[in-house]
Each structure stands twice: as C-alpha cells, then as structure tokens.
C-alpha cells in the first residue's frame, strides 16, 4: 500500500477552529460554530480510523495506492472523494460515516435517518443518502476517465461505517444496503472480496503510475473566501489578539522576542505565525503592516516587519503600501 495523498485537515475544519477562538463566548453565532465544527471533526475522526484497518491488509498485493481527500473536476463542478483506493484491476470509493445513535438506511427516499438522545428525548436526523451518495461519485469518476483519457477500470464503492457502537437498520432495498454498506471492522474483507472478484490486471505498473500522476494534478483542494458572510459575521466581531499554542487563550504579549501566555506561561517565538493564518482563513489572503499590528496588538512598525520578514513571506509594493502574502 503506497498513500500517495495524506489525509489533512480540511479548510472547513480550520476555518472554523480559528473561528470558535475568535468569536466572544458571549457571541450567539459561536454555538451553531462549534455545532458544526464538532460534526466536522467526527467526520475527520471517522476517516483517521479506516487507516488502521487498511493497514492490516494482507494477501491482496502491495501495489496500490491511496488517495485522501482528493477533489476533481467534473462539468462546471468539483466532486470530494473521501478515500480512494487504485488496485491494477480496479478502483474502489470508499465515504466514510462516523454517526452515533441509530442509523436507518432507507434507500427508497433517498435518506439515512439518524436516531439520536438529546436531554433525554429521541431526535431524529434526516441525511442523504450516503449509498446515492457514493454511487454518484463513482460515475463523475468514470466521467472524469473518459474525459482525461485514462485507461478504464471497473469502479466499486462502498459506505463505511466507523462508530462500531451504532446500531445500523435496513427500512428499504436491504439487498442494495447490504452490498454498499460496511462497519470499518469488516473492511478488510470486503476489499478482499472485490480484489477477488477482479483477479486479472488492466493495468501495468507503468500505466498505473500515469494515472496516479493525472489524479494528483488533477486535484483542486476546497477554497473558501466568503467564510464570515456564511456565518453572518462581521470583522469587527473577531477578536484580536495572539493566541497561545498551549491553552488557546488570546492575549499573548511580546517580550524580549519571544510571545509569553499571561494565562499559562507559555513562550513561543513563532505564535504570530498560527495568528497571522487565522487571519488569512478569516479575513484576507494579504496582510499590511498596519493591519498585522491592530491584530496582535504591537505598535512598533520595525518590530512588525521583524515578525513578517523573518519568515520569508513574500509581499509586494514599497514600505508603505507593502502588502503581505499569507497564501
């Protein structure tokens, strides 16, 4: 097995952490922030732990390749691929679910129905269909082949389900659901059973490396640059402030070059550098001298182009009107 694309943190995933630690806990938008931050990262958690199961892959041979996260054109669109898996005989999706409580599978409407217990009562969460779901993904795929001229592979795809301690039922089509669906425990065989089912290679090493580089050049990761208008957010209401690497808290001071917690004692020499990519996730891709000093709260325009110049970040325009790039 050869990961040819790491699982990273995704930019919503970052948005939104530097988000929750800058808005006023007192602020009425940080709750649905850490809502749906807290849903990201268990989605995120739920796609770290397939890892181990793929891992403990055995008698299927070593030359395949893993693709994370990875995001291809398809029309005027883009489509996301959680985990993908390129075997010389065949390519296999896998979408990851990490949900808890009671998960009802009803692939006649379309949905997954999420059971859950909230203050004692049972709420039920309407999702789409994850089968649907990585089925559409499988033919933008072979739609995005055909376009790039790769060699055709068979395309499987499968739904793992990760949280072992949810209770997984069938309403509709449970034949369909049977076939797509897996727990994370039982990955490992259902590789091997479609690695199986396709025992004759279409590919050569050769060919298999071309296309591993086409789908590498082929990846466009998410941008988002209308982050605080999702939210109904506005800059004045991020807070300011180096943030300290250790605790979270805002408010670290510059002292003799180094960045000091008030609240842990933490030093750091390079804490306004985890700032200055807050700001970039949430305000804008360029920073001037004079807004880097409003953020961190340093007046002094030599020690602020000190801070920005001994990181190598590029910029452009003379002294005054510089801005620098944090992109």
Known sequence: MIVKKERQLSQVIQVLTALDRRLHPNNPKRAQVKKELAGYLSGYKGEESIDYFLELLTGIGEDFYVF????????????????????????LILEVKNHSGTVVFDPAFQQMIQKIMRDGLEEELIWDDPIEQVLRQSAQLGEWIKVTKQPYLPCESLVVMTNNKTKLTVKSHQ???????????????????????????????????????VLLSGNEPFRNTNTLDKYGVT????LRGVHCLSCNQLGMRLNKGQWECPNCKFRSKLAHIETLKDFSLLLNSTISISEFGEFIGVKSPTTLRRLLNSEFISFSGKTKLRRYFLV
């Open 68 to 91: 994370h996260d990875i995001r291809l054109p398809f029309k005027n669109h883009y489509f996301q691929i959680d985990t993908l898996l390129l075997f010389p005989s065949f390519i």
């Open 175 to 213: 034949s369909t659901v049977e076939k797509y669906v897996t727990r994370s425990t039982a990955l490992g065989r259902r590789i091997k059973e479609l690695y199986n089912k396709y025992p004759r290679e279409k590919l050569n090493k050769k060919d298999l490396k071309k296309v591993v580089k």
């Open 235 to 238: 800059s004045n209401e991020i």
